[in-house]
């Protein structure tokens, strides 16, 4: 995503071996492990979450021993491409962008964005169709995490918006709650889940549709992986569908949220 200095948090060690597998391959996977549902350590310093059991379930298909690497959001291609680990699995959207320098698996989960700000702010932020307004973005302070999908859209399309920069998600709450900005841009099912819902997000909620511009959003999230590794990819992306077809991704994503957060249809593709 974004080219700054790499800076590794914490290493896994090994969580995962095929079944029936006399020797099984090694692979690194990068994610954040703090970026929950998705991916993120639980009180048992356990990593967990939607990403993970994608992890595990196409390790298990592929027949390979996994070892999670964590890994700050904005160093996560450059680390890949140096060789820091083999696989990115971290929810990253799929884009032409992330396309010059990586390859990626096909996608395993939706990929949206979706503002939220005061709830009795009157912004007028969007018209009837669903565009913005973008004489109403002017001089609002918005938060976003630092080299994400949501920076790259609102640089191109609301560039006169007062953008705040974050590195991680969990600061974009805080300082929503306190005033620093008017509003952040973030992953819905996770603000849903993460700060909505609770008591904190109460006087909060979305002031933005789903916006899921394929040029700034990507067709979904995929697996990211170093180019010229098509046998790989070949690999991964046939268990993406095995995972899909028998039903797994939809078990993973009900453990989160009350729906899948696939399309179906890639499974056929």
Known sequence: ???????????????????????????????????????????????????????????????????????????????????????????????????????????????????????????NLFDDSGEPIAANFAGLRVGLERASTYENWFNAVLPDAEIVLYDGSEPLYLDLQNGRVDMIMTNPMKAQLRFLSEE???????????????????????????QGQDELKERLNGAIKELINNGSLTEYALKIFPFPIHNPAWGDS
């Open 1 to 123: 995503m974004k080219l700054s200095t790499l800076k590794f948090l914490a290493t896994a060690s090994v969580v995962l071996f095929a079944s029936g597998s006399v020797s099984a391959e090694p692979l690194r996977v990068g994610m954040e492990c703090t970026y929950a549902p998705f991916n993120y350590r639980t009180a048992d310093g356990e990593l967990a979450g939607y990403d993970v059991d994608v992890a595990k379930g196409v390790a298990e298909i592929i027949g390979a021993e996994l070892e999670f690497v964590c890994q700050q959001w904005d160093g996560m291609i450059p680390a890949l491409l140096a060789n820091k680990f083999d696989l990115i699995i971290a929810s990253m959207s799929i884009t032409d962008t992330r396309l010059e320098k990586i390859d990626f698996s096909g996608p395993y989960r939706d990929s949206v964005g979706r503002l939220i700000g005061r709830s009795d702010a009157d912004l």
């Open 200 to 226: 904190a997000g109460g006087e909060f909620g979305f002031v933005s549709p789903a916006i899921s511009e394929v040029e700034y959003f990507g067709i979904g999230v995929g697996i990211g992986l170093r």
